[in-house]
């Protein structure tokens, strides 16, 4: 039985040092180099601008094949516009910045000009939704990574110092990682699907209720041995089994 809640401990501090390592690392990496996020964040900015701008001037509904196709012309050129007024920002470094807002100004006169707005009145919208998503995407992963951070360290400390509850904190654990590796395929590959459901409320909420859920079993753990957690355990081992 020892043998057991040693190799239990071991595997615990070994998830949960990795998960605190991962997610303080990337918390740095979102707060201190704001523009290397910037980049990696870009292209599902700019998605997120195509869409609400997009669901702003399409017509709900269903609609004939004809208007239908005229509909997903507007929405193609509204994606150039929008990337072109991007790239015209000179978020990155560029040669020619009114080159480039030419480039905008054309793709507006020839095919946008039913919005009646100006290409340059428009591309400061696109400017401002821009900056606004960025910065609510930049405090949802700060959010993120700073509710993950707290809940990894918890865990490590139980981990390394509550081995009587070891066979408790490797559900646990485990779970983590799955957070874990799901932030470090995100550093690494730059995936937007990540992103999303960050940002997202729905599932940005729902993760924010399950971390708090864990974050009650781990004080469970700590402060009063693991009773309710035991208990819960073993009445769903008796239904399953």
């Given amino acids: 039985m020892d043998g057991e809640l040693d190799k239990a401990k071991i595997v615990s501090v070994a998830l949960t040092f ?3 390592l991962v997610f303080a690392a990337l918390l740095g990496y979102v707060l201190l180099s704001p523009a290397q996020f910037e980049q990696r964040a870009q292209s599902f900015v ?14 709900e509904g ?10 997903q012309e507007t929405l193609k050129h509204l ?14 470094e560029c040669d020619d910045q009114l080159a480039l807002i030419e480039v905008a100004r054309r793709i507006y006169n020839d095919y946008l000009v039913d919005f009646r707005m100006g290409a340059d009145m428009f591309r400061t919208i696109v400017e401002d939704r821009y900056h606004a998503i960025l910065g609510e995407l930049r405090a949802d992963v700060g959010v993120f990574l700073t509710c993950n951070l707290l809940v990894m360290v918890l865990a490590f400390v139980l981990a390394l110092f509550r081995t009587d509850d070891s066979a408790h904190l490797l559900p646990v654990s485990i779970l983590l990682t799955v957070s874990t590796a799901a932030a470090s395929y995100w550093y690494v590959m730059g995936q937007n699907w990540f992103l999303t459901l960050v940002h997202a409320d729905f599932y940005g909420w729902t993760y924010i209720a399950v971390l708090a859920f864990i974050f009650l079993v781990l004080l ?13 355990l073993d009445a769903m081992t008796r239904m399953v089994f």
Avoid: H, K
């Fill in 18 to 20: 990795l998960g605190v």
């Fill in 220 to 232: 469970d753990i700590g402060l009063n041995r693991a009773r309710v957690t035991g208990e819960a």
């Fill in 46 to 59: 700019i998605a997120e601008i195509e869409a609400r701008l997009g669901e702003r001037t399409m017509p």
């Fill in 79 to 92: 994606s150039d516009f929008v990337n072109a007024s991007v790239a015209a920002m000179c978020r990155a």
């Fill in 62 to 71: 269903s609609n004939p094949p004809e208007i239908e196709a005229r509909i």
